[in-house]
């Protein structure tokens, strides 16, 4: 066995060990017996104590200086595994242990703050996490931005600055389109009860049109939509509202995005560091081309019209241009994840100024929701009623997750580029997906993108798919074309 | 920290992650997309090892030389964990990994054959389990019977001999109550189709009944229905035959008295060595009280034939004397799993010597199809019509469980005993289950056993809750009284 084999068989059993963590989030979303909750958490905390203890086995060191990849697959390979132990090793023992601990509590603090719309009790939790991140931060960074340091984590080669620059660009032209959105005449939603059976079934029939492999996997309720697992076991949840259909069907599209790029996965790659997707932004990019750019355009929405009304009779649209509208109803709103298209970067982009002006030092946690209220009048054009509707309003924070939520948008922007490249390669793509058949773009997406897993940088991966360099460009083509044409501007 | 202390906290550990590998089982035979079998193969791997190396840390002896208990639960830890730590040092590690990987094979090749009912093919493998078997016996038997070493880890404390004594005293009054029993009129069955919902929902109320507790658990269906996990987590599978309500609702039973057992454990004990059943036969004389002695009494009976009858209308039974007949019906039949109670332990007895002699060298494996079919004419009084209804019908041998057939009837030793002492304590037993409360006999036995884990040994445990030395005595004067009662002998 050389070096290469030695650290690859060790590497293989950890990611299986992984695996069998992911599988136990699961089931404690899906399944788990309420009372189950405390000694689930001691099961978790020994599997990541052994998951830890593998991260940072110094055998890794040995191997990977001595290490010859055999070929470019291998070369991506240890450039994974380096990566992932460096960055393990360079955070001390005690601090993450005190990151893992905190955080676990904060998230509870958060939910009784959230409850009781208590931003002063949230706030010294908040201090330390934020704390803690920075000097996480600052151990990885070894003297540049703390921040970047964090967003390396979810997204690979991705900086604070470049980020600032691309939203920089993106802010005026989404807070111009907002405006002359919000100024037309709104479209009408869907109005009756649809049952959920109904909406479970269409849902599954909606999972399959987007090619979800269900040999692989199986579709539960959870009361946060999720994707998990990779390779031969990819799990996702979704939640019905017996008034708005969509918060089902958009949820599912979007998850069975998350969930098709790790089933598209060269299986070949399985169990392996680069058997997974290779960031947080190119998973968005999926999830947000198959439930946006894809489940939300008009062929694709006039096929899902047509089925709704087969299984839900009248629900007070009469046509599929009317259903077209509603799908895409711009509407300003306190809440991230219920935004529509226009309004979600904006939430991100606030998001990412202020968390990145915490961990930098330039906002005190103390001075956190008077710079979320006054931001968010300023993109929104209203104040923030209420806490849980303004900074007390996502988790991310509490677990620790500085650095996540620009991934989102650039989701968004690489969603844009690759829908771009496709629709110029698949030029008869609207025919099809307004018989519902979706197969030419998640076959394309597919073999362009997904199919490579880790192989390539993040960026380049999304580069090598389109074609050109990735920029915010196209998706605000294709958000000023397609609301200009739906609100008339 | 006191090496006692370390020692348990070493242990923690290690039951939480064996908790972590029972939901993983869990997983795989309820939910698991079936494209997902060779991953989970791998990942179940992974935790095993991981498992084998905690079993075997060379710490553990030290820390059992030093180790002081401070109190007798504490002494009730170190005797688990030295006596499971002796027995995995005695098997060589090439020899246990030859056993785990030979049995994982050996059940494909055991299912295929039994497919095709084909002994022949099934042969070698099973002669090379034997021979594995028995080198693991005779590993940890030094110089004693290797047979005996196989029980041990079943059933601590027993033997070969002790059972051999009790199963020989045992068998001539069960073949001579059958026979007298299959002289004489058979009751009908029920009659009708039993829709799958009406079932479940009836088996759920079944499991409430007999005390399980829904915060800390779940019924889910299964090919096979089983209990998984101890402490906060112990779920339940079952099935259903809509032509056989009783499969259903008596499997639940069944499997409830197994889940009552390790939820009914002291929970100061979670997650340590003795929060668990402390044997399979212990385990059996629960799932075989709440399913037989109870749920097949002439009183408990009663109410469920009123409920069946407000659920499911007419089924063929005009009265409650009737159902209890019908649900007691004694008929010869090849397969072990579908036998009554009279023909139970006359299979398990079979099997015990078989697979003794097979240890012990006394058959060979390719003399053992004739030694199946001579010794089931003679106890069963007709001829096995083909392998898959002879020694081809159960998964035990493939798997390796030499050793743990004999703790199914010993379970029902210790439930005649158990359930004997419950009836003289609790009088007004039978007045209470008519009216479909359990709870004062699952009180008792939660109390007088359940609750103690493995704090005492097995026969101990036994002992102590019904105040005399458990024998056969109780249980053949229980089954000659309620079958020479119901078939009037």
């Known amino acids: 066995m ?71 697959v291998g070369a991506a390979q240890l450039r994974q595994i380096r990566r992932s132990y460096d960055r393990t090793m360079k955070v001390p023992a005690r601090l993450a242990e005190e990151i893992a601990r905190v955080t676990s509590l904060a998230q509870g603090i958060w939910a009784e703050c959230r409850g009781r719309e208590d931003v002063a009790g949230f706030l010294p939790t908040l201090r330390k996490v934020v704390e803690l991140k920075r000097e996480e931060g600052g151990a990885l960074a070894a003297g540049g931005d703390p921040y970047d340091a964090l967003v390396d984590d979810y997204e690979p080669g991705m900086t604070g600055t470049a980020i600032a620059a691309m939203f920089d660009a993106m802010r005026p032209r989404l807070v111009a389109l907002r405006e002359k959105i919000l100024g037309a005449e709104a479209p009408h939603g869907v109005v009756g009860r649809f049952g959920q059976e109904d909406q479970l079934a269409l849902s599954r029939e909606l999972a399959t049109a987007f090619g979800y492999d269900w040999s692989r996997g199986r579709v539960d309720l959870a009361v946060h939509p999720f994707s998990s697992g990779s390779g031969h076991d990819v ?41 997974q997707g290779v960031s947080m932004g190119v998973h968005e990019s999926q999830s947000r081309s198959y439930e946006n750019q894809l489940g939300r355009s008009r062929a694709f929405t006039g096929w899902l019209y047509g089925r709704m009304r087969e299984v839900f009779g009248e629900f007070g649209i009469g046509d599929a241009e009317g259903f077209y509208r509603a799908v895409n109803r711009v509407h300003p709103g306190y809440i991230r994840t219920e935004a ?14 202020l968390e990145r002006a915490l961990i930098r030092g330039e906002l005190d946690v103390a001075d956190l929701e008077a710079a979320w209220n006054e931001r968010f009048r300023a993109d929104f ?11 007390l309003q996502d988790v991310h924070w509490s677990c620790g997750l500085f650095g996540y939520f620009p991934t989102y948008s650039l989701g968004n922007v690489y969603a844009g580029c690759l829908v771009k490249a496709l629709r110029a390669e698949v030029p008869g793509l609207d025919g099809m997906m307004a018989a519902g058949d979706v197969s030419a773009a998640t076959g394309w997406l597919r073999e362009r993108l997904q199919r490579h897993g880790g192989l390539y940088e993040p960026r380049d991966v999304v580069r090598r798919a389109c074609g050109f360099e990735p920029d915010e460009g196209p998706l605000l083509d294709y958000l000023e074309a397609k609301f200009g044409e739906i609100y008339g501007l």
């Open 2 to 72: 050389s070096a290469y084999d030695d650290l690859m068989a060790f590497q293989r059993q950890t990611e299986a060990l992984a695996q069998v963590a992911g599988r136990l989030g699961w089931d404690q979303e899906t399944v788990m017996p309420e009372g189950a909750a405390g000694q689930r958490a001691e099961e978790i905390g020994a599997l990541e104590a052994v998951l830890h203890a593998r991260r940072t086995d110094p055998r890794i060191a040995g191997w990977l200086a001595e290490a010859v990849a055999p070929d470019a």
């Open 381 to 391: 054009g209203v104040a923030v009623d209420r806490p849980s509707n303004g900074m």
């Open 235 to 275: 799990r996702i949840t979704t939640r019905v509202s017996e008034t708005d259909p969509f918060n089902c069907f958009y949820s599912t599209i979007h998850e069975v995005g998350h969930a098709a790029y790790e089933q598209g996965i060269d299986p070949a790659f399985a169990l392996t560091p680069i058997g």
């Open 340 to 353: 529509d298209e226009v309004h979600y970067n904006l939430h991100v982009m606030m998001r990412f100024d």
